[in-house]
């Protein structure tokens, strides 16, 4: 029974380039969230999507990022023009149909873990 | 604002005594709270839920504790092992949230043998 899966678990890119983080929820589950962790702080919400569609992205950045959950694939997170700030760990976690709010947990991915040099 | 605050504490504890992890939340209609636990370099991992209509609610090991009164959740972890130092993170939930559940900073456990 895989948990959510996360890749790369780690990435290096250089200030400008474009980074890609993905996402694949735990089987059955048709919720997917973005979480931003920096060094030695809690986890951000970025954003909530269900299949095609963008419930929540009130924690996005308003540039450079994206977010998407196509009908067939993975989520993925995407970050253009990176910059040393945008240096973290990236967490992907899924939960079931109705989300937290009908009672349901939400399960964390390993992370994917963003340097910009 | 949202925000579920530990204010960075350490704790450090004997093996074999309790631990108890502290919590204070800022918004009182959060409904649903939840303890995890992070590894360095790994996701957070789930360890136990309460909602609000609950006081107490123990799993193995760990019981958490809620205090709407004063919007206080905590942790307690019985008979601590070196396999549980770590960072533990509470996390609350609303109507007013959503789906997405608020973090706070974190309390990084150290358990000495």
């Known amino acids: 029974n895989a948990g959510v899966m996360q890749n790369p678990r780690h990435l290096v890119r250089r200030r400008g380039q474009e980074a890609r983080l993905r996402c694949s929820p735990m089987?059955?589950?048709?919720?997917v969230y973005w979480y931003r962790q920096l060094p030695e702080e809690g986890l951000k919400f970025m954003v909530y999507l269900q299949k095609e569609n963008i419930i929540d992205e009130s924690g996005m950045p308003k540039e450079r990022f994206s977010a998407e959950f196509p009908k067939e694939g993975p989520s993925i997170l995407r970050i253009q023009q990176v910059v040393r700030g945008d240096s973290a760990a990236y967490f992907c976690?899924?939960?079931?149909?109705?989300?937290?709010?009908?009672?349901?947990?939400?399960?964390f991915g390993e992370g994917s873990w963003l340097t910009v040099v | 604002g949202e925000s579920v605050g530990l204010h960075l504490p350490t704790l450090s504890v004997q093996e074999g005594d309790n631990s108890i992890i502290n919590c204070a939340y800022s918004n009182s209609a959060s409904d649903y709270f939840i303890w995890y636990k992070q590894e360095s370099g790994k996701g957070p991992q789930f360890i136990i839920d309460i909602r609000s209509n609950m006081d107490k609610r123990q799993g193995q090991r760990v019981t958490v504790l809620l205090n709407k009164t004063v919007k206080h959740l905590s942790l307690q972890i019985a008979a601590t092992q070196p396999g549980d130092s770590a960072v533990y993170f509470c996390a609350e939930n609303s109507l007013e949230y959503g789906n997405k559940l608020v973090f706070g900073a974190g309390t990084i456990l150290r358990v000495k043998s």
């Open positions: 089987k059955g589950h048709s919720h």
């Open positions: 976690a899924s939960s079931p149909q109705g989300g937290t709010r009908s009672g349901n947990t939400i399960y």
